[in-house]
């Protein structure tokens, strides 16, 4: 369910033990960012990263709004600015995955902006009450977005960089 291209196992499964690595099974690399120009290679055994269509991207973002929680409401004072960060959400996964709704049991790769310096997948936003834009990591906004209080108080007591998956 919550699992972008870069991300092993999901950060909402506290004390859990981690899955058993599987050594033949290799991630994808992703592009440096957007405007670098570089592309993602579609490695053998993976399936073409295949874009939501803009009627499927309101679709899924409505269907998201659903299940976003009410914290998330709060700091998002309009419904548009919500939505935008859903709609960059949406495309930047491919239309056959879901970190939202999908199942826990597959992987969902992230295809859109990555962090120059580690990799990490991650949206351009004008936080709530900021006026410039600014890199978010894409797993921590999904946290702050759709994670129930007890998980998200414990996310929050870790340092602010990606959440280790």
């Known amino acids: 369910m919550f699992q972008c291209r870069i991300c092993s196992e999901n950060p909402f499964n506290f004390g859990d033990p981690p899955p058993k690595a599987d050594k033949d099974k290799k991630k994808p690399r992703g592009r440096a960012s957007r405007s670098s120009g570089s592309r993602r290679s579609v490695r053998s055994g993976e399936e073409p990263h295949v874009g939501r269509t803009d009627a499927e991207v309101q679709a899924t973002v409505q269907a998201w709004l ?19 960060v859903l709609e960059q959400i949406a495309k930047g996964t491919d239309r056959t995955g879901d970190p939202v709704l999908g199942p826990d049991d597959k992987d969902v790769y992230w295809h ?12 351009r936003m004008v936080k709530p009450g900021d006026s410039e834009t600014t890199v978010t990591y894409v797993n921590r906004i999904l946290a702050f977005l759709f994670a129930e209080d007890e998980s998200f108080n414990k996310l929050q007591r870790l340092p602010k960089v990606p959440f280790t998956m």
């Open 112 to 123: 859109g902006d990555v962090t120059k310096d580690d990799s990490e997948a991650a949206i």
């Open 66 to 84: 659903k299940y976003v929680h009410p914290r998330a409401r709060e700091v998002f004072t309009t419904q548009d600015s919500l939505e935008e």
